[in-house]
């Protein structure tokens, strides 16, 4: 039983997180998405309502959520899976992902990182940017699922231009 954990903030999921959700449920037997608790910076969208976005757009029978605090390694372990995706959108992304699955390496080295490339329409893709282009009124119904693009809207209210 091949079995991944796809760690991250996921706030708000989007259509490259999805992109790379896909794909990994193709690859392994299972795939647990993971939503880091606690964590220092403040969401947009609180951990309850974070799942039940990813749980509403992920129709892949092999996929669940879950949620973690502490250690990423620890929580594989937890959850019996020997192997943490993470996606690559551009060569940026890829000191902060070296630096993560070295050291995860070195906390266990059982647990392997898989780096995935997303489809090229979703590489320049990021919740930080879904969320400023949406908050000052820019269209990004392409970028994340309709769920989001709805709990967005009730969130924000969109910058009028006049
Ligand atoms: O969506 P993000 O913010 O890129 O996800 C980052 C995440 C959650 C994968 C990372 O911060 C993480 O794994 N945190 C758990 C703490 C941990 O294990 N730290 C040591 C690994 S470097």
């Given at each position: 039983m091949r079995r991944a954990i796809y760690p991250?903030?996921?706030?708000?999921?989007?259509m490259g997180h999805l992109d790379i959700i896909e794909r990994s449920s193709k690859l392994f037997d299972e795939v647990v998405v993971a939503l880091l608790l606690n964590m220092e910076k403040q969401p947009m969208f609180s951990t309850d309502e974070r799942v039940a976005m990813i749980r509403e757009v992920i129709?892949?029978?092999?996929v669940t959520v879950g949620t973690f605090e502490g250690l990423l390694v620890h929580y594989a372990v937890q959850q019996q899976a020997q192997f943490v995706v993470r996606g690559i959108?551009?060569?940026?992304?890829?000191e902060y992902e070296l630096q993560m699955a070295l050291m995860n390496r070195e906390l266990n080295a059982q647990v392997e990182t898989i780096f995935m490339l997303p489809a090229v329409e979703y590489t320049y893709v990021s919740s930080r940017l879904v969320k400023e282009v949406f908050r000052l009124g820019g269209d990004v119904a392409r970028l994340v699922p309709p769920v989001v693009l709805e709990s967005l809207k009730a969130r924000l209210p969109v910058a009028v231009v006049t």
């Open positions: 991250g903030t996921f706030d708000p999921i989007t129709p892949w029978a092999n959108r551009a060569i940026s992304d890829y």
